[in-house]
């Protein structure tokens, strides 16, 4: 059984977001067998597919060392990056079975597009506890599956220095507890319109390098921002991070990234 370590949303070897996809199944093995997995890799996620009668379509699930969740970009892209370049599918575009619906990923250009429902938050106050968690006060606060805290500047995203176990137990008004995406306007002159981190302590991940999932929430807020539908991103995670393109379409958001594989391996499971 082979296994591949990608690094998605990235141009060059570590770089952008680290991802293990499995090998596709004919059938799933158990969830404590994928957890395991997921928890010896000890990456932000592990990807596993399972074959359907349609050559290109498959089912995905993700797991973190900690738990399984609900949707993941950055498996997503490493997942379609494996089969189209190292299993050679021949494809036009693959959808994959989630727990959040279908999604969709085909080739564009030298990466990838993928078709994910997007994620518009809600403006709301400054929960107890997160200005101290982050060692800074947001400029404003908004809550979809997690929360955004948006800073003064870029350079106040750079230097945040959370206090991880006080995150993880903030929620507000988000969806899920212990997920925080904290951004800011690109300085001027820089080459992307956003910067943004995003701390998942919620899910066992301190700091996640890339994050398809948060730019389904920031596309659409920033798009509505900016008065328009594309927005580049980067995420700058302290000596990776990863670039992320976004455009509205309707009620999905297009992410858009490149994707490297670093590892090929094979499990003696």
């Known amino acids: 059984m082979r296994q591949w370590t990608v690094d998605a949303f990235a141009t060059a070897p570590f770089k952008g977001n680290p991802a293990c996809v499995v090998e596709p199944f004919d059938q799933w093995p158990p969830d404590s067998w994928m957890q395991a997995l997921a928890r010896e ?8 597919l399972l074959k359907t009668a349609d050559p290109a379509r498959f089912g995905l699930r993700w797991f973190t060392p ?3 969740v609900n949707l993941c970009g950055h498996a997503t ?3 379609a990056h494996v089969l189209l370049a190292e ?3 021949e494809a036009v575009a693959l959808t994959f079975d989630t727990r959040s619906g279908p999604l969709m990923v085909a080739r564009a250009g030298q990466g990838y597009e993928m078709d994910f429902p ?3 938050p809600v403006r709301t106050a400054t929960p107890g506890g997160l200005a101290e968690a982050l060692g800074v006060a947001p400029v404003e606060v908004w809550a979809g599956r997690y929360l955004v805290a948006v800073l003064e500047n870029a350079a106040a995203v750079h230097a945040v220095k959370p206090d991880i176990r006080a995150l993880a137990a903030i929620q507000g008004a988000a969806g899920e507890i212990g997920q925080v995406i904290i951004c800011a306007s690109a300085d001027a002159g820089d080459d992307v319109d956003v910067v943004d981190r995003f701390f998942a302590p919620g899910c066992g991940v301190d700091e996640d390098p890339a994050t398809g999932s948060a730019h389904c929430i920031l596309g659409p807020l920033y798009a509505d921002r900016l ?3 594309t ?3 980067r995420q700058v995670f302290p000596g990776r991070g990863g670039d992320i393109a976004s455009e509205m379409r309707g009620d999905r958001v297009l992410l858009r990234g490149q994707a ?3 590892i090929e391996s094979r499990l003696r499971l």
């Open 77 to 79: 892209l490493a997942s």
């Open 227 to 229: 008065g328009r539908a």
């Open 260 to 262: 490297v594989t670093v």
């Open 118 to 120: 997007s994620d518009p």
């Open 41 to 48: 890799n000890n990456q932000a996620e592990t990807a596993f």
């Open 66 to 68: 900690g738990m399984e």
């Open 87 to 89: 299993l050679g599918l």
């Open 231 to 233: 927005v580049r991103f």
